[in-house]
């Protein structure tokens, strides 16, 4: 959607490099997952340094000198930290914010702890895996996925970073729920797409919606003669386009997946009525393909 409302040309024009910048934004997701996860290394590697340091204090007390390394020893976080292959996918993407600006660990680290969640989960020195992990799980969602000045950094260094978090935020709590003790070193390197037709769909759907968008316009148009063209929000143009791209040139996509998709961003990048508008246009048109048999569509239960 950003890609194509961003596209400034015509059918005709050549858009080799909207298209470029479509899959390194895709790729760049898991950029962000790869930064996301090394963040909690980073917090394991910060919390054996403040253990050494605290037990290491000059006038050290008693309870200094014995301090507590539960969060050191966190078995979840060890077994991120000691993950070779995610290690080497660090090293050749070339993830390594956190030691330029290691002030974010430093303000994630503080507000760990100084949480009631880290309260209660130091108050035994030993744990569970479970225990360890749900702690990880605990501390991902109520302190970093909210995090606001994370949030700013994120936004500074890469602007699609931003769309994209609450995708990656809900693929590593997923990742984190589901480890186990045994969990292999690939678990926690996931793939980007389910396969190469998730990608190819990416690029189609790019592709199949610039080059007609003089079909989809005029069929838009009809549809709403009675509305002042100035009127339709231009973000609402380009996901009408895609919806009926969609609906026309993709067969094995059922047409409710089509419309609740594009309600849903509108919900979230329009205006507060254009989820309403979209979901009556395609209402009107899938209606009529529907009557006139033209909706092209197969496999069962994609009407």
């Not at 963040?39 to 394991?44: K, R, V």
Request: aromatic share 10%.
């Amino acid at each position: 959607m950003q890609t194509i409302y961003s596209f400034k040309g015509g059918e005709s024009d050549n858009f080799d490099k909207e298209q470029k910048f479509l899959i390194h934004s895709l790729d760049n997701i898991y950029n962000l997952y790869l930064l996301m996860i090394s963040l909690l290394i980073e917090l394991q590697k910060k919390a054996e340094d403040h253990a050494e340091k605290t037990s290491k204090k000059l006038l050290a007390t008693k309870e200094e000198k014995n301090f507590n390394k539960k969060l050191v020893n966190n078995e979840a976080l060890l077994m991120l930290k000691n993950n070779v292959l995610l290690q080497d996918e660090l090293e050749e993407r070339k993830i390594s914010n956190w030691e330029l600006d290691s002030e974010y660990v430093d303000i994630i680290f503080r507000q760990v702890l100084a949480s009631d969640l880290y309260e209660q989960y130091m108050q035994t020195k030993t744990s569970t895996f479970k225990e360890d992990k749900d702690f990880v799980v605990d501390v991902f969602t109520e302190i970093i996925a909210p995090n606001e000045k994370l949030y700013d950094y994120l936004e500074d260094k890469n602007l699609t970073w931003i769309d994209d978090l609450p995708v990656v935020n809900t693929a590593i709590l997923k990742l984190l729920r589901k480890v186990k003790k045994d969990s292999l070193s690939t678990y926690f390197i996931p793939k980007l797409y389910k396969d190469i037709a998730d990608k190819e769909y990416a690029i189609n759907l790019f592709k199949k919606t610039l080059l007609n968008q003089s079909k989809f316009s005029e069929v838009i148009q009809a549809k709403t003669q009675n509305w002042d063209a100035e009127r339709i929000a231009s973000i609402d143009t380009v996901l009408l386009q895609m919806a009926i791209c969609e609906i026309q040139k993709f067969p094995s996509i059922p047409v409710k997946v089509t419309i609740n998709e594009y309600l849903e961003i509108a919900k979230e990048y329009s205006t507060p009525k254009s989820s309403v508008f979209i979901n009556g246009i395609l209402d009107k048109l899938i209606k009529e393909y529907q009557e006139s048999n033209s909706l092209n569509k197969t496999g069962r239960g994609l009407m």
